[in-house]
T-cell receptor, first 110, second 111 residues
Framework: DAKTTQPPSMDCAEGRAANLPCNHS???????VYWYRQIHSQGPQYIIH???NNETNEMASLIITEDRKSSTLILPHATLRDTAVYYC???????????FGAGTILRVKS | DADVTQTPRNRITKTGKRIMLECSQT?????MYWYRQDPGLGLRLIYY???????NKGEISDGYSVSRQAQAKFSLSLESAIPNQTALYFC??????????FGDGTRLSIL
């Protein structure tokens, strides 16, 4: 079973920030939070990952709560091309056995 | 990811046939993976390999086998295809524990 809980769907206006939540209350100390997304039926695309500090890259920011039981993926200026299924995954950094849940369908609307 | 190539992209076949899906990569990654995805669901891991001599079962390996012919090639076989193996299949690669890179998938239909 997936170790994460995500809302099934969210809407976001184009140009606004998209904030995608994820709960992972059973995360253990050596597990990372990974985010991938899947556009239509293409192969998933890696976005970002982190352990406990907030992370930012050219695609997104990842905010992890201090107790590490939840996190938020932020797409700062969503575009129509960001419409996709977003998966939050908890995994040991050296494990690589990703377990995908159902994810969140993000619909960016003009 | 254009550096992870899956063939064929689409395949329709009949129950009982032996099917091989192939994956090749030009990224020089050591780890390779096979996943399947059913409609409306996330991906599930079938098999994975951390190097040429290493093969490991994933969550749903029954009915499947794999071969890691070279570092760049990882093939998935369905020995005797059945209709409930109809799905979208993805190959992925990674360099060690780094994030995975996925191919564009193979859509397999078994009649």
């Amino acid at each position: 079973d997936a170790k994460t809980t995500q809302p099934p769907s969210m809407d976001c206006a184009e140009g606004r920030a998209a904030n995608l939540p994820c709960n992972h209350s059973t995360i253990s100390g050596n597990e990372y939070v990974y985010w991938y997304r899947q556009i239509h039926s293409q192969g998933p695309q890696y976005i970002i990952h982190g352990l406990k500090n907030n992370e930012t890259n050219e695609m997104a920011s990842l905010i992890i709560t201090e107790d590490r039981k939840s996190s938020t993926l932020i797409l700062p200026h969503a575009t129509l091309r960001d419409t996709a299924v977003y998966y939050c995954i908890v995994e040991q950094e050296y494990g690589n056995k990703l377990v995908f849940g159902a994810g969140t369908i993000l619909r960016v609307k003009s | 990811d254009a550096d992870v190539t899956q063939t064929p992209r689409n395949r329709i076949t009949k129950t009982g046939k032996r099917i091989m899906l192939e994956c090749s990569q030009t990224k020089g990654h050591d780890r390779m993976y096979w996943y399947r995805q059913d409609p409306g669901l996330g991906l599930r891991l079938i098999y994975y390999s951390f190097d040429v001599k290493d093969i490991n079962k994933g969550e749903i390996s029954d009915g499947y086998s794999v071969s890691r012919q070279a570092q760049a090639k990882f093939s998935l076989s369905l020995e005797s295809a059945i209709p409930n193996q109809t799905a979208l299949y993805f190959c992925a690669t990674s360099w060690g524990p780094q994030p995975q890179h996925f191919g564009d998938g193979t859509r397999l239909s078994i009649l």
